[in-house]
């Protein structure tokens, strides 16, 4: 696949020597830090991937569209429109790098394929126009209809290049839609496009919950009369009940090894919120109140669990010490603060408060102290953090009916996902790549 | 002695053969046609009498049986009338609360009152109790609160002597709300307790 490993090599080194020995290689290379407060889109240019022959020549348009897609979805780039270019765009010639500045970009993806048989080999190149060089080139062997996976693969290599980190172009999410009128299981790309339906039950089903392997989603159902935890297998899709308590049985959270989950039992006036292992066998009891204990979240150590309870007269968030066994109370402003999700990260953790009559998404540091409001305008629910914690998935109902929303894990680039019939709530992102 | 009993034989058999005979003729005379007039003999109108007059009688027995039926099917009517407006009477009126409480206030627990007497009245009526609430909040906190309104709702029945295996609860959080409004009015109508028998 790699045509140009040399290349790549030796830019590499080069930088790392400029920026000396003491330097570790990686942060070299990072070209945004997208941990500062105000981020500076980087203006990126992608013409159309030129053909070398006429067959499929819609394909080199398509592939140019959806990798500016993938890296405006990131929130990190500006994607310009290609005819700002004095001369033919897709032009295979060499690179005029002063004529391609004066587009205003700073990066430019060039592509080219051709079809040889049923095979398709497409070459995506990444050229710094500032510095007039070459910072990536690829070789992908793949067939047409593929073309997605190699550009979502590159997508994710600029986006290494650039930032250091891995993007999620090849994750899947889940939520709940009432495209057929009842609540199901759905799920889709990380984009919101390949929309699937994964359940029908024809009831009320709830809080889908990706296990830490992706190959399982936890969720509440009332599908046998009463609300109780089930597992969904994917992609088999059989379903195995876990929890059948008497009382409700709601709110699964993955334990960080995917071996166990946290579930809230409520019956009789008790809550408890205890950790059952895959099968629903009680691991241990994890809290028990008089009140309202629901909606765990795991520390990504596993360590320390954050969960919703109404011990102080109001729903408010409150973090468990799994070892010591004692449990402090994380928020303090507003009078109903519920659906935490801590960050993979382990730095934040998101949460929907009432501000002002409406819903909105905040996050905390674990230890406490001031929270952050990320959302305006309409209710704002069920956030999820993206498996590398720079995005948050949430429900929204701001353009009227609940959908699902997305945005960087400081409130910016916020962008709807899903447009389909019906209501979308209650979001999770896959924490496995798909291609894995 | 053996020839009285061989001229006792011979009568039997004479006598035997004679209506097997006789049987056999009526059957050919059917058969050629005859079968379908109305008889004609003594014997015959007699046995059509008869038959007439089985027939009157089952029909005035069939009158019996559906006047009886009738009786009991309007009974039953009114029974189910009776249970319906009675199941209608327990069902119909709901118990509501405040934003995010659970507590009942003096007015549900008279609403109350009246269930456990209901109950009283029809000791082998089973009923369960739902739990609902309104639009605001998280769904997932909103499932355990309507739990708890049924929580309570059954609680205080018990203490009302009603025995607990009688009741049943579940919640339904803010999955099925009675008003789909996003107004106050339509909110203080979905935080209810409902109760349906079972």
Redesign the interface.
Known sequence: MRKYPLKILGFLIAIGLFFGAYVPLLQAVVYLDIDSPSIKKIPVIIPNFKNRDSAEAGLGEAAAALLGHDLDYTGYFRILDPRGYIGAPDDLGPIDYKAWSLTGAEFLVKGQYNLEGSRLLLTLRLFDLQKGRQLLAKEYDTVPKDYKKAVHRFADEILFLLTGEHGLFQTKIAFISTNNGK?EIYSADFDGTNFQRLTQFNS?T??PRWSPRGNEIAF?S?KD???NVYLLQIPGLQTTRISSRP??N??PAWYPDGESLAV?L????T?EILQLNRSGTVVQKLTQSWG????PSWSPDGRQMAF?S?RSG??QIYILNTASREVRRLTFQGN?N??PAWSPKGNLIAF?G?AGGQ?QIFTISPSGGEPQRLTNGGNN??PDFSPDGRMILFSSNRHGKSAIYIMNSNGSNQRRLTFTAGEQ??PTWCPKKFDE | MKAKNTFWIFIFIFLTSSLFILSCSKKTIKGEGEGTKPPTTTEDEAAARKKVQIKESDSGLKEKTLSEEEARRLREEEQRMRAASEKARFESEDVYFEF?QYILSDTAKQVLDKKAKWLKDFPNAKAQVEGHCDE??????N??????RA??VM?YLVSLGINANRLS????GK??PLDPGHTEDAWSKNRRAHMVLK
């Open positions: 609540k009320i709830l809080t509440t009332y009369g009463a609300p009382g409700v709601i709110t809230a409520n019956n009789k006036g809550s309202i204990d629901v909606s919703v109404n109001s729903p109903y519920v659906n929907a009432r819903f629910e069920s709530f209650s | 995010d605001r909040g998280s769904a997932e906190y499932l355990a609160l309507g739990q708890k929580d309570a609680q609860t579940i919640s339904y999955e099925k």
